[in-house]
């Protein structure tokens, strides 16, 4: 029996083929063009292992509909990559391979795999954000996405801009949201470099600690998690663990008593695979249960 693995996301498609223990067994990666273009490769990858495909976890970038009554259960839906909008992601997949899929959000794939294999592993409440092209976040309760209507957008709760930062934010839609001042395309606007390219001490990184401590700040105060996990490109920089961690102490003030900083704000323990094998964490539960 093999899982398969669909980790979309806007710049790539990382798709995976995993064996019964959720190891790797081949990983692949395609460009994200049009649906036509991307989604007829991805079939071809996953037509090779037809015979013993059993089921796929897909992690979408979004908002995506999770909603399972739903017309549009499936559908990509108001994505800004405007040949996705409205494109019927878990449709598509059905019409070729008819095994389970489990369906949702990339950033919740990430989440799922840091749960179940990495730095939320025995932990019933893990927090999972994403700093890089954009900001996104997931939630777990007992092994359980949180969600609602829909499924969170936390990576645009509003943030306090810092005293030091005159710049407006990036967002269309809200500005100076925490994707909007946050992200790798608002650091790169604000001080004209890529973030790689910036060195460890330049003031920009304080700046940038702030607001993901203010998310961490938030996030704790309202969901009360075991862990908060941050990836993506941003949190390479490993000077900003520490960073973060002297600027959430700073805002929270005593106000409530956390877990050890070190084990409470985190990086993923599986680094840029946490989407990959929640994805196939998510497709081996998926066919469990559909029988």
């Known amino acids: ?21 959720l190891e790797i067994v081949e990983r692949v990666s395609y460009p994200t063009t049009t649906p036509e273009e991307t989604m007829s490769s991805v079939i071809e990858f996953f037509s090779q292992y ?3 495909l059993v089921a ?37 997949l059905k019409k070729s391979f008819d095994v389970p899929v489990a369906w949702t959000t990339d950033v919740n794939a990430a989440a799922y795999g840091e749960y179940v294999f990495g730095n939320g592993k025995g932990l019933s409440s893990v927090v999972y954000y994403t700093i890089g092209t954009g900001v996104g976040g997931g939630a777990l309760q007992d092994g359980r996405f949180i969600e609602g209507f829909s499924h969170p957008e936390m990576g645009h709760m509003m943030i306090v801009p810092h005293s030091d930062d005159d710049f407006k934010g990036n967002c269309p839609f809200h500005g100076n949201c925490l994707e909007g001042m946050a992200a790798g395309p608002a650091i790169e ?13 330049d003031p920009i990184w304080a700046i940038e600690a702030e607001y993901i401590a203010q998310c961490a700040y938030n996030t704790t105060l309202m969901l009360s998690p075991d862990v908060i996990i941050f990836g993506g ?29 070190d084990k409470y704000i985190v990086t993923p323990a599986l680094e840029d695979n946490a989407g ?15 029988h």
């Open 50 to 52: 037809q015979e013993e």
């Open 189 to 201: 606007k604000r001080s004209g470099r890529k973030g790689q390219d910036i060195p460890a001490d």
């Open 276 to 290: 990959t094998l929640g994805c196939l964490a998510l497709a081996k539960n998926a066919e469990l249960h559909a």
């Open 1 to 21: 029996m093999l899982y398969g693995s669909i980790e979309a996301g806007g710049t790539k498609f990382v798709c995976a083929i995993g064996n019964e223990d």
């Open 56 to 92: 796929i976890g897909v992690g979408s970038f979004g908002p995506i509909d999770i909603h399972k009554d739903s017309e549009t259960y499936g559908y990509i839906t108001s994505t800004p990559k405007l040949a996705w909008q409205n494109f019927d992601f878990v449709g598509t």
């Open 233 to 261: 490109g941003v949190m390479k920089q490993r000077h900003m663990v520490e960073k973060v961690h002297q600027a959430f102490k700073r805002l929270l003030n005593n106000y409530v008593k956390t877990p050890s900083l």
